[in-house]
């Protein structure tokens, strides 16, 4: 009895791609350290591909110049606004956790309100309650700052790996291009997925935390609550927590200042917040947002609690994109290994057919 011999160029293909495998996994391992890094160099080349090879091209401007440019420009329009958010808000978040007293007495004023009122004196407002419900909310909010050392590192990296990115570009998606292993038609599938959910996660949600948080810090104003400008920020990065959003930081401002004895003001932060607050995310995920990239709900949703746990603050733009890459590899699949276009019925194709042959004979 004979048996199949296993074709020595299929084995050596395996084994190479096991090696690939094997040493990816070892370098990812070991550099994982930098990962936020080159994932915010892929991020601003994206953003800057098209301007930086308009420049170049067109205009002849220097490629290593131009890189340059865009990444003083990434400074001044990206990383000081962070550093001065961050610079504002963390001795006023100090300072409101410091006076430990005043927390307290809110959270009493709110509990004895809540103790003598139908439905709301049976939700558990206890200490134990309280301790659990910050840890389930805190798990999705990223450590943004972890340590001002490995920040640092890592926007280093960010910007040395753009450079050479930027500067030697058309080789590098050369290389890439020939090395996907798919159609001409595949290979823009990917790319035209990985493109509009870069942009569209990497532009959109600053734009809509920052309205969000603007509008709430008026409202914020308007409504005589302390603190207006931080808790105005605040609701604005709160509006990357999945589901809730900005609800985490509005309604338990609503609720303080009722249980306050503040009803009038109160009542109306709440619909003002649920209406304006509420509604810029709508109207901008038809608006400006469509325009940048038309996302479901649902991959933006469950892509960030994806992210949030991978890859910390960069995984708002790469969780979707990670969720994403399901359907667009199953499209791919459908491409490279389906049976091609769908089979049309006999009596349909004969219709077709007819129509054809009348355009043909019109057109003679």
Same mark, same amino acid.
């Given at each position: 009895?004979?048996?199949?011999?296993?074709?020595?160029?299929?084995?050596?293909? %395996?084994?190479?791609? $096991?090696?690939?495998? #094997?040493?990816?996994?070892?370098?990812?391992?070991?550099?994982?350290?930098?990962?936020?890094?080159?994932?915010?160099?892929?991020?601003?080349? %994206?953003?800057?591909?098209?301007?930086?090879?308009?420049?170049?091209?067109?205009?002849?401007?220097?490629?290593?110049?131009?890189?340059?440019?865009?990444? #003083?420009?990434?400074?001044?329009?990206?990383?000081?606004?962070?550093?001065?958010?961050?610079?504002?808000?963390?001795?006023?978040?100090?300072?409101?956790?410091?006076?430990?007293?005043?927390?307290?007495?809110?959270?009493?004023?709110?509990?004895?309100? &809540?103790?003598?009122?139908?439905?709301?004196?049976?939700?558990? &407002?206890?200490? *134990?309650?309280?301790?659990?419900?910050?840890?389930?909310?805190?798990?999705?909010?990223?450590? %943004?700052?972890?340590?001002?050392?490995?920040?640092?590192?890592?926007?280093?990296?960010?910007?040395?790996?753009?450079?050479?990115?930027?500067?030697?570009?058309?080789? &590098?998606?050369?290389?890439?291009?020939?090395?996907?292993?798919?159609?001409?038609?595949?290979?823009?599938?990917?790319?035209?997925?990985?493109?509009?959910?870069?942009?569209?996660?990497?532009?959109?949600?600053?734009?809509?935390?920052?309205?969000?948080?603007?509008?709430?810090?008026?409202?914020?104003?308007?409504?005589?609550?302390?603190?207006?400008?931080?808790?105005?920020?605040?609701?604005?990065?709160?509006?990357?927590?999945?589901?809730?959003?900005?609800?985490?930081?509005?309604?338990?401002?609503?609720?303080?200042?009722?249980?306050?004895?503040?009803?009038?003001?109160?009542?109306?932060?709440?619909?003002?917040?649920?209406?304006?607050?509420?509604?810029?995310?709508?109207?901008?995920?038809?608006?400006?947002?469509? *325009? $940048?990239?038309?996302?479901?709900?649902?991959?933006?949703?469950?892509?960030?609690? #994806?992210?949030?746990?991978?890859?910390?603050?960069?995984?708002?733009?790469?969780?979707?994109?990670?969720?994403?890459?399901?359907?667009?590899?199953?499209?791919?699949?459908?491409?490279?290994?389906?049976?091609?276009?769908?089979?049309?019925?006999?009596?349909?194709?004969?219709?077709?057919?007819?129509?054809?042959?009348?355009?043909?004979?019109?057109?003679?």
């Amino acid at each position: 009895m004979k048996y199949k011999q296993i074709n020595n160029n299929s084995i050596n293909q %395996i084994m190479l791609i $096991i090696i690939i495998i #094997l040493i990816s996994i070892l370098v990812f391992k070991n550099l994982s350290y930098y990962l936020p890094g080159f994932l915010g160099a892929i991020t601003l080349y %994206i953003l800057f591909r098209r301007p930086y090879f308009r420049l170049t091209e067109h205009y002849r401007w220097k490629k290593s110049l131009t890189s340059v440019l865009f990444i #003083l420009l990434s400074i001044i329009f990206i990383i000081l606004p962070i550093w001065a958010l961050v610079d504002y808000m963390v001795p006023q978040v100090n300072h409101f956790f410091s006076n430990q007293q005043q927390i307290i007495d809110k959270f009493n004023t709110l509990k004895v309100y &809540m103790s003598d009122k139908p439905f709301l004196k049976d939700i558990d &407002m206890s200490d *134990t309650a309280l301790l659990n419900f910050l840890q389930r909310l805190t798990r999705y909010v990223p450590n %943004i700052l972890n340590s001002v050392a490995e920040v640092a590192v890592n926007i280093i990296v960010t910007f040395f790996v753009l450079y050479f990115m930027q500067v030697h570009a058309k080789h &590098m998606e050369s290389v890439l291009y020939r090395a996907i292993p798919f159609s001409p038609e595949s290979k823009r599938d990917i790319w035209n997925e990985v493109n509009v959910m870069v942009r569209s996660n990497a532009i959109g949600i600053p734009i809509l935390g920052f309205c969000q948080g603007v509008v709430a810090m008026i409202g914020y104003w308007i409504f005589g609550i302390d603190n207006f400008v931080l808790l105005g920020l605040l609701t604005g990065i709160s509006s990357i927590v999945p589901i809730l959003g900005t609800m985490t930081i509005y309604i338990p401002i609503s609720a303080i200042t009722l249980a306050s004895g503040e009803t009038a003001n109160a009542i109306g932060l709440f619909i003002y917040c649920f209406i304006l607050v509420g509604g810029i995310d709508n109207v901008l995920r038809f608006t400006i947002l469509k *325009t $940048i990239g038309d996302v479901p709900p649902m991959i933006t949703v469950f892509g960030v609690l #994806l992210g949030l746990n991978l890859f910390g603050m960069l995984g708002l733009i790469f969780g979707p994109l990670i969720l994403s890459s399901i359907g667009v590899l199953i499209k791919v699949y459908s491409h490279e290994y389906g049976k091609g276009a769908p089979h049309k019925p006999p009596l349909l194709q004969e219709h077709n057919d007819r129509l054809n042959d009348e355009s043909e004979n019109n057109t003679v």
